[in-house]
């Protein structure tokens, strides 16, 4: 709590003695850029638990140089990204989207018709260990934030054997469409 003594003017431009307390409660913007390559990172996620994705989502080939901001369900930015030609668009049940290269959707989702895919990833994930908000260099070039209670995840295959390319999942998001193996 920040506590600020302001002395007042009178009329004639003379100070005030009398003063006046004011309390304000500020919220520190405590934002934590951490390196997703760190040691500390992939040594924790090498040993985290297996987990595969869950249910379907919608799916649509992207626009050359298309732009998507991906928004949480809660409704805070996550990232923007831009579309190369050939990547994909997917948007999960609750309306985040993402782009996805041709290889990593393919590998990670199945046609099941009319732009619908079900997914067939699985991912180490953990804790944001950090206990506050972060930020990471997204591989795609641009920042990624999560909240301290976001998880930070790399793609492995059903064995755990990983990408090595750590990302941001927001801990709801996660919770309703990730199950452990």
């Known amino acids: 709590m920040l506590q600020l003594n302001i002395i007042g003017l009178r009329q004639s431009g003379e100070p005030c003695h009398e003063g006046v307390v004011v309390k304000a409660h500020f919220k520190e913007n405590t934002v934590e850029k951490i390196d997703r ?3 500390q990172v992939i040594s924790a996620l090498s040993t985290a638990p297996v ?11 992207a626009t050359a140089d298309e732009e998507i901001t991906t928004v ?3 409704g805070a930015k996550e990232t ?3 579309a190369k030609q050939g990547d994909w668009i997917v948007t999960n049940p609750g309306g985040e989207q993402y782009i996805l290269n041709d290889t990593k959707f393919l590998g990670r989702y199945e046609d099941v018709g ?8 699985h991912c ?3 804790l944001n260990p950090f206990g506050k908000p972060i930020e990471i260099m997204a591989s795609w070039g641009a920042p990624q934030n999560g909240d301290e209670r976001c998880m930070i995840a790399d793609t492995c295959d059903a064995n755990g054997k990983c990408d090595g390319e750590p990302y941001l999942i927001d801990a709801d ?3 309703k469409t990730y199950k452990q193996v």
């Not at 987990?51 to 080939?61: N, S, T």
């Not at 009319?114 to 990833?121: L, M, P, R």
Request: proline share 0%; net charge positive.
């Open 173 to 175: 998001a996660f919770a």
């Open 80 to 82: 923007v990204n831009r």
């Open 72 to 74: 949480l369900e809660g």
């Open 114 to 121: 009319d732009g619908v895919y079900a997914a067939k990833g």
């Open 37 to 39: 390559k760190a040691q």
């Open 51 to 61: 987990f595969k994705k869950q249910g379907q989502v919608k799916a649509r080939r």
């Open 124 to 126: 180490r994930s953990i």
